[in-house]
């Protein structure tokens, strides 16, 4: 599918140059000026040059079906732009190409990775997987002939020259099985040491590169049943064969030690009878596994819950304590006989300008319990530990959040504050209503019905408000009980991120993607409900 | 909480709109602290709090101690060493995530603008079949930020790298194309509305006068609507800039990186050590951003206002 996008991006990328076809609309016919048309024919033929060319690199890596999609959606694009109708879609192709490319597919192939065990040590198809575990677990052939070796090197890759017993003399490299060649030196013992276009690598190199020349292995033929030629020291190659023998027509791997056999155990892996895994599997849809992994693995249930629930504790406090704040600093500069009342806006507003990933940054380092400045200098010395306590950190990242969010909440209660109608105020309080009465009974109604779809807006992001918390804590302080790397103040979409990118525990794309799926349901449900919310208040005022 | 004090400030405006003023100079102190004297305390209190975290990571960066620890006291020790030490390291080129950001964030905010100008433009001015639902479309579809799709985004990438390297993993171009994919979306919401200020009778008037529709938008409407255009530019700059999750995943290369990457790895694994390096680098990467921020900060104001209110 990622074909198609690439000839559209690339159209897209071309659009935006100056000018927009002019194509006459219906009902009134205005000729198209000569330079709309040259700007017009350039801007596709670019386009259609790219797709071209991608069309041509999908045909040589054999993706069909992509190639198909590739073909269709340069056909659209021509067609938008050449005929005469259809001037929205002209305007909106550009814009909606990347829409559906990057938000719209991604959602889909999100979903469709929750549904497979994509992952470390599950990348690819299962040929890929028994290629590479042919190729990983190799011995040296305890009775194997002795080549003469020598290391060659050719535009940064490694190749082993070798003369066999029989003296016939061979060139191969990693990805290059053995072939025979011609050698233009020879060395004292009448060995190949040279060929025509390689540089032979000389004793100081060859130290200094011996990690390298122990990873080369060279495939003796095409077939990785017959193993590869490797040199420990440069200067003899052995054969090593594949530990695990793979028997192609009962599909199971044989240890030639030991003679355990590995059956597909149907989950991605080769497996023994006695449950030991081989460590490369493949790819392999798991249906429902992940989300039901998701709430029933004791490893991952509990931590689980509790992300959850912190996460919408995290959104609703962040919203509620932004929310109160900005509007009691809006009522209370909404005076405008206050002295010094712009140094103070654009004093307090300047959190909102800073820069996000780095405020959650630079009050880890205010909050650091060793080194910290309010516990070394402002509490003198205390160690009051900030960020590595389960309830004192999550009380520390809704602070910082407050920080970083009441500026706009200010800005924008300011605003509605003073759009509100002086008539109804002053009506009340002819009426004799007293100011509390007012800001309860009229003034909080009108700013809420203004203000909801921004509270609503603001829980949204709250809810996934990646940055303070990985910045801040890391989503620490971690859990126990679990080997997964979640804690305290991790939410949804960090714990997403751990699982798919974080170091040290293994990547796994499906189980992370099969959660973001539940953030999705989450926010669907909640601008669903919202959304209503919202208008039955307006109709409610109305 | 903060509405139970409430009641003192309105109270307060209550007798002074009652009160005739001739006698303001003479007040007693009293009076003018319950009036207004209060106002000021907690202005200078909610500015203490807004501002001390910037003036102490200001003075982590001009400390040449270099360490957390070193920043437990402000402004004694001044000094370029953080400085130096941040252009010095070859490891982690800060310039060059300088620049990439620059370069990212500047691209795909002008095409962000153009491509939901574009947008704006047809749902504004023109009539067609899924005008509304595309409409609705697009703003449930900005319910759900990319970065939930960061997993699918990253093995795209990886798998379109294969057919074409300039676009995969690693590469800029293959963000600013992910980046585009949230052009549309709540910008062109925004730029829908202020489209529909500009009377429909200008275009008409031009079109009367020959102009094509390329010529009315290039011409007649996106003079008109600069301040929206700026506000968008100017959101959408901010945002990438800030960018973290699909930026770390995307760009593995240090020399690739862009700001956020770059400065979290610097105080991922040894937070304390390179501090001073660190905030010489936060330093340097807030004051465009704010300096801009500020510049522009009415018109932020407004687009903000303006969105809110539109939904």
Wanted: charged share 15%; glycine share 10%.
């Amino acid at each position: 599918m990622a074909g198609t996008t690439l000839t559209t991006s690339s159209t897209s990328r071309a659009t935006p140059g100056p000018g927009k076809p002019p194509t006459p609309r219906r009902p009134k016919r205005t000729p198209d000026s000569l330079m709309g048309t040259v700007a017009k024919i350039v801007l596709l033929g670019f386009v259609d040059a790219i797709a071209v060319f991608v069309m041509f690199q999908l045909v040589a890596s054999a993706e069909w079906l992509i190639l198909a999609i590739c073909v269709v959606v340069t056909a659209v694009v021509n067609w938008i732009y050449l005929r005469s109708d259809g001037l929205p879609a002209k305007y909106l192709a550009p814009g909606v190409f990347f829409l559906l490319l990057f938000q719209v597919f991604v959602m889909v192939f999100s979903t469709y990775i929750a549904f497979t065990n994509y992952g470390d040590g599950h990348n690819s198809s299962k040929a890929d997987a028994i290629e590479s575990i042919q190729l990983s677990a190799q011995e040296r052939v305890p009775d194997s002939p002795q080549y003469a070796a020598s290391v060659l090197e050719k535009g940064g890759d490694l190749y082993l020259l070798v003369t066999a017993p029989d003296g016939a003399v061979k060139l191969g490299g990693n990805d290059q099985p053995l072939q025979d060649a011609t050698a233009s030196t020879t060395g004292p013992t009448g060995a190949a040491a040279g060929v025509e276009g390689y540089t032979t690598l000389d004793f100081a190199t060859l130290l200094q590169r011996q990690q390298q020349i122990a990873e080369l292995k060279v495939p003796i033929s095409d077939d990785a049943e017959d193993g590869s030629l490797r040199t420990a020291d440069g200067s003899t190659a052995y054969v090593y064969k594949p530990k695990l023998s793979y028997d192609a027509a009962a599909d199971t791997f044989t240890d030639t030690t030991t003679g355990t056999v590995y059956r597909d155990s149907g989950e991605g892996t080769f497996a023994a009878a006695d449950g030991t895994e081989l460590a490369t599997g493949w790819k392999i849809n798991v249906g429902l596994d992940n989300f039901t992994r998701a709430f029933t693995d004791p490893n991952l249930q509990g931590p689980l819950l509790q992300v959850v629930l912190w996460t919408f504790a995290f959104a609703l406090l962040s919203v509620a304590s932004t929310f109160a704040l900005g509007l009691f600093l809006a009522i209370v500069f909404n005076r405008a006989d206050l002295r010094g009342k712009k140094i103070y806006r654009v004093l307090m507003i300047l959190p909102y300008a800073f820069p996000a990933f780095l405020s959650g940054l630079v009050w880890s380092g205010l909050l650091n319990p060793e080194f910290g400045f309010i516990n070394n200098a402002l509490l003198g010395g205390a160690q009051i530990p900030w960020l590595t306590d389960p309830v004192l950190a999550k009380v520390s990242v809704l602070v910082v959040n407050l920080w970083l969010g009441y500026p706009y909440m200010f800005l924008v209660c300011t605003g509605a504050l003073q759009s509100l109608p002086e008539d109804v105020e002053e009506a009340a309080r002819m009426d004799g209503a007293g100011a509390w009465r007012i800001f309860r009974a009229i003034k909080l109604p009108l700013l809420l019905v203004s203000l909801t779809p921004l509270l609503i807006s603001s829980f949204a992001f709250n809810f996934n408000n990646f940055n303070v918390i990985y910045m801040l804590t890391g989503g620490g302080p971690r859990f126990d009980g679990t080997t997964f790397d979640i804690g305290g103040t991790d939410i949804l979409i960090t714990m997403v991120y751990k699982i798919a990118f974080g170091a040290g525990t293994g990547r796994d794309y499906g189980l992370a993607s099969a959660l973001a799926i539940i953030i999705f349901i989450i926010v669907a449900v909640v601008s669903a409900i919202s959304f209503r919310q919202t208008k039955s208040l307006e109709e409610i005022n109305r | 909480m903060s509405t139970s004090t409430m009641t003192a400030p309105a109270s307060g405006a209550g007798h002074d709109a009652g009160t005739p003023v001739p006698l303001q100079r003479r007040r007693s102190f009293g009076r003018w602290f319950a009036d207004k004297g209060w106002r000021h305390i907690v202005a200078i209190l909610a500015t203490v709090f807004s501002v001390f975290p910037l003036l102490y990571v200001l003075s982590a960066a001009l400390n040449p101690d270099g360490t957390m620890a070193g920043a437990s006291t402000l402004f004694t020790h001044f000094g370029w060493g953080n400085f130096e030490a941040l252009f010095a390291n070859q490891e982690r080129p800060f310039g060059r995530w300088f620049a990439n950001t620059l370069l990212i964030g500047l691209v795909t905010s002008a095409l962000t603008v153009f491509l939901g100008a574009m947008a704006a433009y047809a749902f504004s001015r023109m009539r067609f079949a899924g005008r509304r639902v595309g409409l609705l479309t697009l703003l449930l579809l900005q319910m759900f930020p990319q970065l939930l799709t960061v997993v699918a985004i990253f093995l795209l990438l990886n798998f379109l790298g294969d057919i074409i390297p300039a676009i995969g993993l690693g590469s800029s171009l293959g963000l600013i194309m992910v980046y585009l994919g949230g052009a549309l979306g709540v910008n062109t919401y925004l730029m829908y509305g202020f489209f529909n200020t500009v009377p429909l009778s200008l275009d008409e008037a031009a079109r009367i006068d020959g102009a094509s529709h390329v010529q009315v938008f290039f011409k007649i409407i996106l003079p008109l609507v600069t301040p929206i255009l700026a506000v968008v530019g100017l959101l959408a700059f901010i945002a990438i800039s800030s960018e973290f999750v699909i930026a770390s995943v995307v760009l593995t290369d240090p020399e690739s990186q862009t700001l956020a990457v770059g400065l979290y790895s610097y105080v991922a694994q040894q937070r304390s050590e390179n501090w001073g390096v660190f905030a010489a680098g936060a330093v340097l990467a807030a004051i465009p951003v704010m300096a801009l921020f500020l510049f522009l900060q009415r018109y932020i104001t407004t687009g903000l206002t303006a969105g809110g209110v539109k939904g």
